[in-house]
């Protein structure tokens, strides 16, 4: 995510301030800087996402389920996606407000249904941001060997290489959090630089990749893997899963976007739409340019294998860097999309703390509190692996599936509004500030809608469903084949504790005489 400032014309704010006469309208003051221009909101969504550092952690694990046919699980996936991300862009034009996931679902629903889409949400985006910086093992020790800090075997799935990755993650978890409480425009500045750097790097190595082709596109139609069958590639649509989310990042950002209504469903949709092509082709590219298919090394050491042995030394490890560089900026942009639904759910006094979790400071803009929370909480997570090699995969796959979920219940709600008749139609007469029409998808709605929910929930299900093979592949860790729905279950019974909890405590400080 990046909160960078666009001051071209384009991105000019209508006369006086309606952006925040419409935050004001739903019972907010602005608070946060809103500096965002269009090139900037997209970059919020298209840096959560980040292709390079999802396709480059990930790639290794569709390719040995799936071999080279689960390039055909990126386009099935980008297609569900965008079924979500359309309903989102109609939500996004209609409630331009910070939380985005949490806003819309308890706008949709109910306040409580709402509290618990938030709070598995936020979990999620924790999970998420301590994935993203363990991701820094698949590159750095293949850039210099130095980078190795415990020494022994690199790759991730071994005891050393699992180390490592902690170690490295809690260096740039250090880093991130400071510039998450430092001024808005470092922030801005970091962010900008990485996502432009991100989409020139993923530009190149896709040129690269397919001029150093070792072989034909006939390719992708063979098997490989562990079979190339159904079961088999609905594990290696994982991959996909976990690079084509945080499109939403663009709607957590409203508050900080000029002119929100008119530039947020835009990008939500075109972020989305890029990263998804991008990383298909890097797929592509890398199944083309590898130098071998079956000595074993691609679905171990994945995309970076394949850089390092074909093209020159200098330049394979040149995008490696830029590879490292996506990956620290994609860990911070996730930290902010925590941080802003924390604000967003304590500003509405329903979390712990929420007096403290709701400050913005006034010299810099930034809500500080839940960027040290967030970011403490995932250098806590990127510490289990130090337990075991496996717990990599296990942080990896549960983050995403709490994410669908959350998606999920946003899309079944405003489904139900569809079919009670209450979501407005294509000839609703809704219209933003500048008196232009919101973006609507008209006709197509409930079809779209009902594919968006169908498609996520089936997902959510084929992401936590604990498969030994995929979670425990060493055997004797069964809490690791079940970490998915285990760590889901105690999100959601925490949360049914806190609400119970903290009902009776107002309950009880209502009373008379408390």
Request: proline share 5%; aromatic share 10%; with cysteine.
């Amino acid at each position: 995510m990046t909160v960078a400032t666009d001051r071209t014309p384009s991105a000019a704010p209508p006369p006086g301030n309606a952006a925040d006469a419409s935050l004001a309208g739903f019972g907010y003051r602005q608070e946060l800087r809103r500096r965002m221009g269009r090139y900037a909101s997209f970059a919020a969504g298209f840096s959560f996402i980040s292709v390079l550092t999802t396709v480059f952690q990930f790639f290794s694990l569709g390719y040995s389920f799936g071999g080279a046919l689960f390039l055909w699980t990126w386009p099935a996936v980008l297609a569900g996606q965008l079924l979500v991300a359309a309903c989102f862009a109609e939500l996004a034009a209609r409630y331009p407000i910070s939380g985005a996931i949490y806003q819309w679902s308890t706008r949709l629903s109910s306040p409580a249904f709402g509290w618990f889409t938030g709070w598995i949400m936020v979990v999620g985006q924790v999970v998420v941001v301590a994935a993203a910086a363990l991701a820094l093992q698949v590159v750095l020790p293949t850039v210099w060997s130095g980078f190795q800090l415990v020494g022994g075997d690199p790759a991730p799935t071994t005891v050393t290489g699992a180390a490592n990755a902690a170690v490295l993650a809690l260096v740039l978890l250090v880093l991130t959090t400071l510039l998450n409480v430092l001024d808005n425009r470092v922030l801005s500045a970091v962010n900008r630089v990485g996502v432009t750097a991100e989409i020139v790097g993923a530009v190149l190595i896709v040129l690269l990749l397919l001029t150093h082709a070792e072989r034909g596109p006939a390719v992708v139609l063979r098997t490989g893997g562990q079979g190339g069958s159904f079961a088999t590639l609905l594990v290696g649509s994982f991959a996909a899963a976990y690079v084509l989310i945080g499109f939403d990042s663009a709607g957590e950002m409203s508050e900080e976007t000029v002119d929100p209504r008119r530039t947020t469903p835009r990008t939500v949709l075109t972020s989305l739409a890029v990263a998804g092509v991008l990383a298909g082709l890097l797929v592509l590219g890398g199944l083309l340019a590898a130098p071998s298919l079956t000595d074993g090394r691609l679905a171990t050491e994945g995309l970076g294998y394949v850089l390092t042995s074909s093209l020159p030394a200098g330049v394979g490890k040149a995008l490696l860097v830029d590879v490292a560089v996506a990956i620290a900026v994609a860990t911070l942009a996730i930290q902010t999309a925590g941080t802003r639904m924390l604000f967003s759910m304590a500003r509405d006094g329903v979390l712990p703390w929420s007096a403290r979790l709701s400050t913005v400071s006034p010299r810099t803009g930034m809500p500080y509190v839940p960027a040290l929370v967030v970011g403490a909480l995932a250098a806590a997570l990127a510490l289990l692996d130090l337990a075991s090699p496996a717990a990599i995969l296990a942080i990896g796959t549960t983050c995403i599936a709490m994410l669908y979920l959350a998606y999920a219940m946003v899309t079944g709600p405003m489904l139900l509004r569809r079919l009670r008749g209450t979501w407005p139609g294509p000839d609703g007469g809704e219209r933003d500030e500048r008196g232009d029409p919101l973006f609507s998808l008209g006709r197509w709605g409930l079809p779209v809608n009902a594919l968006a929910l169908c498609y996520g929930l089936l997902m959510t299900v084929n992401l936590a469903w604990p498969r030994a093979v995929v979670y425990d592949p060493e055997g004797g860790h069964w809490y690791f084949q079940w970490f998915t729905v285990l760590f889901l279950a105690a999100t959601l019974a925490a949360g049914a504790v806190y609400r119970t909890v903290g009902s009776r405590r107002r309950s009880a400080a209502d009373l008379p005489g408390s």
